[in-house]
């Protein structure tokens, strides 16, 4: 058995198959309006069924097509389908192929007879593909987000108003590897989470594989979302301007002279610190927790203060891109984004106090975080069957956090600060080889190298060093993979990732499996199995200001585990022209998961040891997703379903297994979009189960030594209590125009129009005084809900010439 | 073949069991215990329920209450009132160094219980100072007169702790009829009557400054080392309400502490010149 394999395997690899009537045909895929290299297009031959993928340049390869009386046909999410006759007219060698945008096509106002998807699901296991160009037409927040629109797929929770990070599968966000361009990206947030920190006006194609995704990515335990900037337009200058409520955006593109290559500025930038809008102020009111109708549990002097928030934003991407003959493609990527925070405030207390007395407490409280990072790409066809593509890339996530009470009395004064700084370093090198050695096996080798810097300083009055970790850990991992049809109706992706991980002197491989079985034209089976590690984790440090002061560590296998997983993944799929429905059953099996707790002491007591905050624990997470997708008309859009069940085990912290804070029995969205003349319409609804959280049973009095009566709340068990139902309703339209040669477009939406009251968290305090008076009273313990965002409306205008 | 077969079977069979937790069923103790001396700090209440409408712990006075000690079960006795304290009024059950004593009671049904030992004293205990003095000042701004006390002193206060142990330290006034340090000028008359305490810590040394002592006379300085259940109470005091847990305990079906204390004394004095 095992000989006729191994001549079955020979015979394919070697190609011996071919006849004399078949060839070999080879070329770049481009966009028809901007010479753009179209990466990820799916190209078929019929009527023999031979197909192949466009690479990261847009070359592609099929081997063994009948060369006459054969047609090919490229379909690519948000082009116009191309179907081409083979009628020995055309270059096989360099069969280039121009695809028509659908964006382009709309101009005549009319919608297409092709596809209007904004996703679309891969053949791939857990695969999925997203056009930026038509997420305008989705209501928004603000701001067109890829992220954002990412939690509208099934398996992706779309209940995370706080986080642009995606929970993929019951994974958290630290666990997805973010790449733009190939350069690593730590922290996605924007504007506090509301929105990722990615312009969508920037980004050509995105790839999601929410699970069993293959040999040649790494590092990380859930997810990966791969996206590609924009290279620029090659034929003609080009702008693209967008402004709404929050802020505005310039794409600027234009063609190299002299050489064959093309030049890409995108910036963004909120005027949030100048214009406040309505837009922004309920956002910021709403992470600020300003708009919440707390109890008034505070002390204070009566004083007057003064606190004049100043927030802004930025991002900007730059790419140059130069075409070096018919093989080469050299490329030069710069994404740099940030956000600051600055909340000071003067509050005066001489008037309060009835004194003459210059008293007055100064605050500077001042929030930034943001992202660098640049990557050199050289890309090389060697020969129709052989590419290669090496990158060197540099990123950095570093976030900054300042607060000092400054009290002055008179000549006297006197003040207490804390800072705390994260800053993660990143330096990649990658090799990635494609061979398609037969009509039957694509290759894929590679070597990649990562080392990590992570520094996290956490200083209390300048001198007193709470924290100081200062780490560094590399990785090389090897992988190779074989993307394998013995038969037209059988496809397997077979790979192994070999990774060595030099701070815990470990090795580890990590096999990896998908299966494609195609029955027939409309139906397909597919599953999926693999093992996946990761050496970086990311701490979460709740404020009200989330996500700015997370820190990232690196794994040292003792106090924080490396992270391992398990993916097992069965579907079906059955597709027509008009219509997909998709399901996907998963099993993620978790362990060196870390939590961070403060249970076991205060994190700014100088002789707390570091360490002994961080649990380690397990993690199980099922579940399965539907997806019912309408792909064309006028009218499209999805219904998607997941039902799914984290939970986590964690000795330390309970005894029993608990379900993970993130997890979510049940989640429905609908999304639809409708096309009418020069109007999109379009709605969102999404339907979750409110996450669980710990209640609290009751209170208990302890005297603590120096004879201090110390409250105590008694909760049950960790996470078994659930909040309310998560839902809300978003609605968007926009309406295109043309003015001369420009391309216009103006659009509004609402986010949450019912003004659904959902619950952020529940926040409890005991109180023991009068709130007015500030008398001792008899304990209460007060419940307060702290809510997401209610109704926000939003508007925009886009200008493109 | 068979982690697919049952992962089909198990994404459909979400079972969500929801486990009760009887707030009226949970004793709270609130026990300690020092070396060489006797039992009498020893409190059982009830749990305040949430969403109740009691506010006030209701104490437990009829209660079964035992020390286990070297194998023989002393029991306690209501302290008298409605408190909720016990204590053991015989002289036969010592509290001694290293020695292990378990508290248990059966109430509500449950067998509740709980261990502790008591830590070795502090070793090599001294201060080098048995006084803090104040001067008066005057100073005469033309206009007013400003009249306060004033003190440069400290004590240092010292011991052995080469394993880092925690230690707890107290200062506190014993006088009969207390007499305010005058501080006069703009911070002076605060009603407070402090005891001044430090929070656990594991140095070797307590420095007790001038600033620390609102009360002239004689005060007594105690220094414990405090065991794990106590810490793990102290610094489980802080709940973080996003992400809520229970305070460690070493009750068990219950809730509170048990702990053990060693302690050494000395004496200061707080004078005016």
């Known amino acids: ?27 770049k895929i481009t966009d028809s309006e901007t010479s753009e290299s179209l990466p990820y297009v799916h190209v078929v031959a019929l009527p023999g069924m031979q197909s192949a993928t466009s690479n990261i340049e847009g070359y592609f390869t099929l081997l063994a097509v009948p060369k006459k009386g054969s047609r090919l046909i490229f379909n690519y999410l948000g082009y116009r389908r191309d179907t081409i006759w083979l009628d020995g007219s055309k270059n096989l060698k360099e069969f280039n192929v121009e695809l028509v945008n659908e964006a382009v096509e709309l101009d005549v106002f009319e919608y297409s007879e092709e596809s209007n998807q904004s996703i679309e699901s891969s053949e791939e296991i857990s695969k999925i593909s997203i056009n930026p160009a038509q997420l305008q037409n989705l209501p928004n927040l603000g701001e067109v987000d890829i992220f954002r629109s990412l939690q509208l797929l099934p398996g992706i929770s779309g209940a995370n108003e706080s986080s642009s990070g995606l929970y993929v599968r ?20 924007h504007f506090f989470g509301i929105f990722s920190a990615f312009n969508a006006n920037a980004i050509k194609d995105v790839q999601v594989y929410k699970g ?21 337009n090659l034929k003609k200058p080009a702008i693209n301007v967008t402004a709404n409520m929050l802020s505005a955006n310039v794409v600027a593109e234009t063609p190299l002279p002299f050489v064959n290559g093309s030049f890409l500025l995108a910036a963004r930038r909120s005027y949030t610190d100048i214009l406040r809008s309505p837009t922004y102020q309920s956002i910021f009111n709403n992470v600020t927790e300003a708009d919440q109708e707390d109890e008034p549990l505070g002390f204070g002097i ?36 940030r956000d600051n925070l600055d909340n000071s405030s003067v509050q005066d207390f001489g008037a309060g106090l009835g004194l003459d007395t210059d008293s007055k407490l100064e605050t500077t409280d001042v929030t930034k975080w943001g992202n660098t990072g640049t990557s050199f790409k050289w890309s090389r066809q060697w020969s129709p069957k052989i590419f290669n593509r090496v990158l060197a890339s540099y990123s950095q996530y570093d976030s900054d956090y300042e607060l000092i009470d400054k009290f002055t009395f008179d000549t006297l004064s006197f003040q207490f600060s804390t800072q705390q700084r994260n800053k993660i370093q990143d330096i990649t090198l990658r090799d990635d080889l494609e061979w398609k050695l037969s009509e039957q096996h694509k290759l894929s080798l590679g070597l990649w190298f990562t080392r990590n810097e992570i520094d996290y300083l956490n200083f209390i009055d300048d001198s007193v060093e709470v924290q100081n970790q200062n780490e560094i850990g590399s990785y090389i991992s090897a992988y190779a993979q074989d993307e394998w049809s013995p038969t037209k109706w059988l496809k397997l992706n077979v790979g192994m990732r070999f990774t060595q991980y030099d701070v815990v002197k470990e090795n580890y491989f990590e096999p990896r499996l998908s299966v494609l079985v195609k029955p027939t ?44 997983s398990e993916h097992i993944i069965v579907g079906a799929a059955f597709e027509t022209k008009d219509f997909l429905i998709d399901v996907e059953a998963y099993q993620k099996t978790n362990t060196g998961l870390v939590e961070y707790s403060l249970r076991f002491g205060d994190p700014y007591d100088t002789t707390q040891n570091f360490n002994d905050l961080f649990f380690e624990g397990t993690g199980i997470v099922r579940g399965i997703e539907f997806l019912l997708q309408k792909k064309f008309g006028a009218l499209t859009g999805w219904l998607a379903y997941t039902l799914s069940k984290v939970e986590y085990t964690f000795p330390g912290l309970q005894e029993t297994p608990f379900p993970a804070l993130h997890d979510q029995r049940n989640e429905v969205k609908l999304i639809g979009m409708y096309k009418w003349k020069r109007f999109a319409f379009s709605g969102t609804y999404v339907y979750a189960t409110g996450k669980p959280y710990t209640a609290p049973v009751g209170i208990y ?5 120096n004879g201090y009566q110390q409250k105590y709340i008694h909760v049950g068990d960790k996470n078994s209590s659930r909040l309310p139902a998560y839902h809300r309703l978003d609605i968007g339209a926009n309406y295109s125009f043309n003015i001369g040669k420009t391309e216009n477009k103006v659009g509004i939406s609402v986010f949450n129009v019912y003004n659904r009251k959902n619950i952020k968290y529940r926040r409890f305090q005991i109180q023991n005084f009068d709130p007015q008076t500030f008398l001792p009273t008899e304990s209460k313990l007060l419940q307060t809900d702290v809510n997401l965002l209610g109704i926000v409306p939003n508007f925009f205008i886009n200008i493109r010439f | 073949m068979r982690q697919l077969l049952s992962l089909f079977c198990l994404v459909v069979l979400f079972a969500s069991c929801e486990k009760s937790d009887d707030p009226a069923k949970k004793v709270v103790l609130d026990g300690y215990i020092y070396a060489g001396e006797p039992i009498d700090d020893i409190r059982l209440t009830k749990l305040i329920p949430f969403g109740g409408e009691d506010s006030t712990a209701e104490p437990i006075n009829d209660a079964l209450v035992f020390i286990d000690w070297r194998g023989t079960k002393y029991p306690l006795v209501p302290a008298g009132g409605d408190s909720g304290f016990y204590k053991y009024p015989g002289t036969d059950l010592q509290i001694l160094e290293g020695e292990s004593y378990r508290i248990e009671f059966d109430y509500f049904g449950r067998d509740t219980y709980a261990e502790t030992s008591i830590p070795p004293a502090p070793r090599n205990f001294s201060l080098d100072s048995d006084s803090i003095r104040f001067e008066a000042i005057e100073i005469d701004l033309g206009f007013f007169v400003f009249r306060d006390t004033l003190s440069l002193d400290n004590v240092n206060v010292r011991w052995d702790n080469p394993a880092q142990d925690y230690f707890y330290l107290t200062v506190e006034n014993i006088e009969s009829e207390k007499r305010r340090i ?9 009603g407070f009557d402090f005891r001044v305490f430090s929070e656990p810590f594991q140095t070797d040394e307590y420095i007790i400054r001038s600033n620390d002592v609102t009360h002239y006379g004689k005060h007594i300085v105690n220094l414990y080392r405090i065991n794990q259940e106590y810490l793990d109470l102290y610094e489980t005091r802080v709940q973080d309400s996003r992400n809520l847990q229970e305070p460690l305990t070493n009750v068990v079906n219950g809730l509170g502490v048990f702990a053990g204390f060693n302690g050494q004394s000395d004496t200061i004095y707080v004078v005016l010149k």
């Open chain 1, 701 to 705: 009095e302890i005297t603590l030594l």
């Open chain 1, 170 to 189: 019951g994974g958290t966000p630290d666990q997805n590897l973010i790449l733009l361009d190939g350069m690593n990206i730590y922290h996605v947030d």
């Open chain 1, 212 to 232: 069993g995704f293959e040999a040649k990515y790494g590092g990380r335990v859930s997810s990966v979302v791969d996206m590609t900037a924009k290279s620029g």
């Open chain 2, 182 to 190: 005058s501080q006069g000028g703009l911070f002076g008359g605060g």
């Open chain 1, 302 to 337: 009566g004083g007057s203060g003064s606190v004049e928030p100043d927030f802004f934003f930025y991002d900007l991407n730059a790419k140059l891109n130069l075409n070096l003959g018919k093989k080469d493609v050299v490329s030069l990527n710069f994404f740099n984004s």
């Open chain 1, 1 to 27: 058995m095992l000989r006729r394999l191994y001549l079955f395997t020979s015979l394919s690899i070697l190609g011996l198959g071919l006849s004399a009537q078949e060839v070999t045909i080879s070329g």
């Open chain 1, 521 to 564: 034209k409309n139906f397909r089976l597919k599953a999926a199995w693999g093992r996946y590690n990761q050496f970086i984790n990311r701490i979460i440090l709740e404020n009200i200001f989330g996500g700015s002061r997370d820190f990232w560590l690196l794994a040292d296998g003792e106090s924080i585990p490396v992270q391992s």
